[in-house]
């Protein structure tokens, strides 16, 4: 396409300033009611990782996060990658960093209803936001990214709620999120990398900015479906190099857009989109089931 050397230009810039983001202030999430808020942690930097075996598996893991289709093919089913959108090789306070998941797990989900491992944790992100297979527990590519966060999290206290943890909730807007609203921030805020289809663009079959919905995107059973964890990401981290510009407002808005297209089917689906709702979706944050612009949303799913 003609814009081809302006968008990579743009994505060079917009990469490159987001190691400079600073990490928003500590409104960062509401601790969870057991969890005690700790000073702001700092990383190791990825020149410390060691030489020899140990490194070895860290950089394994980093590749991955990375290059999460190439270095896990058996795993991904669409076009992204962890680092989409725990941005900075998984390192940026505020958008779910790894050295601050690390030290959270084992830990109770409801949305399974058990105690997890990171390690299962891992494969959720697999079987929804990269709309892939789970890595069998004893796999390489588990072990790998365990490897990775555990190196990254070296110091930091275990089971503590870390100042930059997960994304920073953005307080219910004043006015209802609406589509339409959320329609004209995407293409004002948007559209520029994400495409004005929301599909991304591609440069030599990779993409450089990832898509939003569509087949290539993550499923409905991803917790960025969720419109709560949608606006927090957004707000902290979009767009590229600019996080914390959007209003609260714009930012429920453009997830309510964002989170109304088709996207490919919750794995756990069993042949009814309304069973499928009533079992993980009954809660006002998910549009799954829900009807939007007259299309019931998860019945004609993305392939
Ligand atoms: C489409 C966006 C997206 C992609 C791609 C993605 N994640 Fe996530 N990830 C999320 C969201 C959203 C959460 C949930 C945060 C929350 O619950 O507040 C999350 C949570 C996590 C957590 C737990 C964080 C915590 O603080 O407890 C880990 C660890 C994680 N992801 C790792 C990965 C790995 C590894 C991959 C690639 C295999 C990946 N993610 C791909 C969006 C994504
Ligand atoms: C300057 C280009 C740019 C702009 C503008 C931009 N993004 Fe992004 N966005 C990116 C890139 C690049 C990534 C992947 C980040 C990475 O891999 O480091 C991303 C990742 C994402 C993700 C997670 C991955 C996915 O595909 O689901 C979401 C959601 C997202 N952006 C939403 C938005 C929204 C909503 C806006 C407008 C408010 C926006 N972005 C504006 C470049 C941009």
């Known amino acids: 396409m003609s814009t081809r050397l302006p968008v990579l230009l743009l994505a060079t810039l917009a ?4 190691t400079d983001h600073t990490p ?19 990383p190791p930097p990825e020149s410390a990782i060691p030489e020899g075996p140990y490194g070895d598996m860290v950089r394994l893991g980093r590749e991955i996060f990375m290059h999460t289709r190439k270095a896990a093919p058996a795993y991904v ?7 989409n959108c725990h941005l900075d090789a998984g390192r940026l306070a505020d958008s779910a960093p790894l050295w601050a998941a690390y030290g959270m797990y084992p ?30 527990l004893g796999d390489k590519v588990i072990l790998a990214l365990e ?10 206290p275990h089971g503590v709620k870390l100042e930059g943890a997960g994304y920073p909730k953005v ?35 990779d993409y450089v900015f990832p898509p939003l919905w569509g087949p290539d995107s993550f499923n409905w ?49 069993k042949g009814d989109v309304a069973a499928t709702r009533k079992a993980f ?10 009807r939007v612009n007259g299309h019931l949303l998860g019945s004609e799913p993305a392939h």
Not at 15 to 18: D, M, Q, R, S, T
Not at 24 to 40: G, N, Y
């Open 221 to 269: 059973g991803a917790g960025m479906h969720e419109l709560d964890k949608a606006s927090a990401f957004i707000k902290a981290n979009m767009p590229l190099s600019r996080g914390g510009s959007l209003s609260d407002q714009d930012a429920w808005d453009v997830a309510i857009f964002m989170d109304a297209h088709e996207r490919p089917q919750d794995p756990r689906y």
């Open 24 to 42: 928003m202030d500590a409104h960062a999430a509401e601790a969870s009611a057991a969890a005690t808020k700790a000073p702001a942690f700092a």
């Open 171 to 205: 307080s219910s807007p004043a006015k209802k999120p609406d589509y339409a609203r959320g329609q004209a921030v995407f293409a004002r805020d948007c559209a520029l990398c994400h495409g004005a289809d929301g599909q991304g663009q591609k440069v030599a079959g």
């Open 107 to 136: 830990q109770y989900r409801k949305k399974n209803h058990h105690v997890n491992s990171y390690g299962e944790r891992l494969q959720g992100c697999f079987m929804y936001s990269m709309n892939g297979k789970a890595p069998p």
């Open 147 to 156: 490897t990775y966060s555990s190196w990254m999290a070296q110091g930091a």
């Open 281 to 290: 979706h009954d809660t006002p944050m998910s549009l799954y089931g829900q």
């Open 15 to 18: 990469l490159g300033a987001c």
């Open 77 to 83: 089913g669409n076009g992204l990658a962890c680092v």
